[in-house]
């Protein structure tokens, strides 16, 4: 190798920024191996070192690392040459994952009903998934709402033309008309305001709701519905708008659809008097909700705001359920949502649903909701092989064996983490602001440093980069992986696998119980030491 190319090897050319932000925060380390809830860091001296993780793949690895019937059946499955690119042909084996998630869910939500499903790779896909169906399905309806104000327009003329009905002023004042002498005219006139003000609203592009906080990913679309304005505003010119509305707020949905609501209007025939009559327009295309904040903070939905979203989707329609990271058993359930009483017409699934291993994601719809169209316009090439729906069934199977223990066991061991922060909590109250969360989905908020007596721990507070730096030091001297929730930097997230032990939760309070020891010592020197 030149001289030239020994220097461009070692040069950082895969995100480089994004490795300079992990070395500041003493995060960038390479890991080596990993099994059950546990990473291998190999050390100066050639020798693996263990590190307990509670990141857990952001969530992906319940079942934790490799596990072996996992990793047995993707040996088995690979040493098979199970087709990964067969395209536009039958997938028996997709509609065998479709069908096992339906049990589960119609078991969870007591109801038959069905959900068609559109696989993909990510949750991120998943989400884009859902909404371009939410507006497939939003612009067929548009067009039959059309196609129903021209049947009243084409009656109102008929109407007029064999006198059974007539135009009163009122219809003409409200569409800021003349009022013509002949009955014929005068609904002309209507309906040529009527057409003119229908094709202005038509032309309304799609709105969404989600909540403060929310996290739906980053593409061009998912982003638009991501709160953290870090994310989202750089590229609000590429897609649809969202309108954000604060947690615990039925009052903010309510004023949401009061300035946005649309009408089309019409002409009634109605007892011979026509009149003007209005259809509502459905300006919003869909409410994305997640029953758990991933990235926002942990933040738990609550059960009496779950119920007040479902009867606002019964009046706008279409509520989409992100489930992808607090959904496959993390809180006990294949559907956090279901807990708290919340049902999607879509629900987004992924994560764990790949089994740490494979890259899988699904969009489940609900059959009244369905448009068959969607399968031709939408498609995604690696989405539906063979390889990521087996291992997404051999999941499924894991989860529900022993009439569904790994649920049980996500909730037993989320007890005990949450008992362990808990405990925190109590001792440092000047330290630990809130723990929230549910099952192996839990956050631990810290207290604003902004205004710290320490000048390091203000210094690495107004950097954005609070959470980073006790994660890192977590990482460096206690061999416990975490990390922050991106919009929420100062909340430590840990969502381990339900193999988690008593020990790996012992290690973990006695990182966070120094981390909070310095905090209260505001000796942001040592936490930040190595760094």
């Known amino acids: 190798m030149t001289e030239t190319s020994a220097a461009a090897a070692e040069r950082e050319l895969a995100e480089p920024y994004l490795r300079q932000v992990l070395d500041t925060a003493g995060l960038a380390v390479e890991y080596v191996r990993a099994e059950a809830n546990t990473l291998y860091v190999r050390d100066d001296d050639g020798t693996e070192s263990p590190v307990v993780d509670f990141a857990g793949g952001y969530g992906s690895v319940l079942l934790g690392h490799h596990h072996p019937e996992i990793t047995a059946y993707a040996r088995e499955l690979l040493a098979e040459h199970t087709p990964i690119h067969a395209q536009f042909s039958r997938h028996p084996y997709a509609n065998r994952l479709a069908a096992e998630l339906n049990r589960i869910i119609a078991r969870e939500l007591s109801d038959d009903e069905p959900y068609y499903a559109i696989f993909g790779n990510s949750g991120a896909e998943s989400v884009e998934a859902a909404v371009k169906h939410a507006e497939l399905d939003r612009g067929i309806r548009i067009s039959e709402l059309l196609g129903s104000v021209d049947a009243e327009l084409a009656a109102a003329r008929t109407a007029a033309a064999n006198g059974s009905a007539t135009v009163h002023g009122e219809a003409a004042a409200r569409l800021g008309v003349a009022l013509a002498a002949d009955d014929n005219d005068a609904v002309r006139l209507l309906e040529t305001a009527i057409r003119r003000r229908n094709d202005e609203v038509a032309a309304t592009p799609p709105l969404f709701l989600a909540l403060e906080g929310g996290f739906h990913g980053k593409l061009a679309g998912s982003v638009q519905l991501t709160h953290n304005e870090g994310y989202r505003l750089p590229f609000k010119s590429l897609g649809a708008q969202a309108r954000f509305v604060p947690h615990d707020s039925p009052e903010d949905l309510n004023a949401v659809h009061a300035r946005e609501r649309r009408v089309l209007l019409g002409l009634s025939t109605h ?261």
Not at 303 to 315: D, H, N, S, T, V
Not at 414 to 432: M, N, Q, T
Not at 478 to 498: K, N, Q, Y
């Open 271 to 531: 007892n011979g008097k026509i009149t003007v009559t209005e259809h509502e327009f459905p300006v919003f295309c869909a409410f994305l909700v997640e029953p758990i904040q991933g990235e926002g903070g942990i933040r738990v939905l609550s059960r009496e705001f779950a119920l007040e979203i479902q009867e606002f989707c019964a009046r706008i329609d279409c509520p989409v359920v992100d489930e992808i990271q607090s959904g496959m058993g993390r809180t006990g359930a294949l559907l956090a949502s279901s807990r708290i009483g919340l049902r999607g017409d879509y629900y987004t699934l992924a994560k764990t649903l790949g089994g740490g291993i494979a890259k899988a994601s699904v969009m489940l719809v609900r059959e009244k909701r369905y448009r068959r169209d969607f399968e031709i316009v939408h498609s995604s090439t690696f989405a539906k092989d063979s390889f990521s729906c087996h291992i997404a069934l051999k999941v499924l199977e894991l989860l529900e064996r022993d009439g569904g223990a790994a649920y049980r066991q996500a909730e037993e061991r989320g007890a005990a983490l949450r008992a362990k922060l808990d405990s925190l909590r109590a001792e440092f109250p000047d330290v630990v602001a809130e723990v929230r969360g549910h099952g192996l989905m839990q956050g631990l908020e810290f207290r604003d440093q902004s205004e710290a007596s320490s000048p390091e721990l203000r210094q690495i507070s107004q950097s954005g980069l609070f959470g980073y730096f006790l994660a890192g030091h977590l990482l460096r001297r206690h061999r416990v992986r975490t990390f922050p929730t991106a919009s929420a930097v100062g909340t430590l997230r840990f969502e381990p696998s339900i193999y988690v032990t008593d020990a790996e939760l012992d290690q973990l309070h006695s990182g966070l119980h120094d981390v909070c020891t310095l905090l209260r010592k505001q000796a942001g020197d040592e936490l930040t030491a190595g760094h």
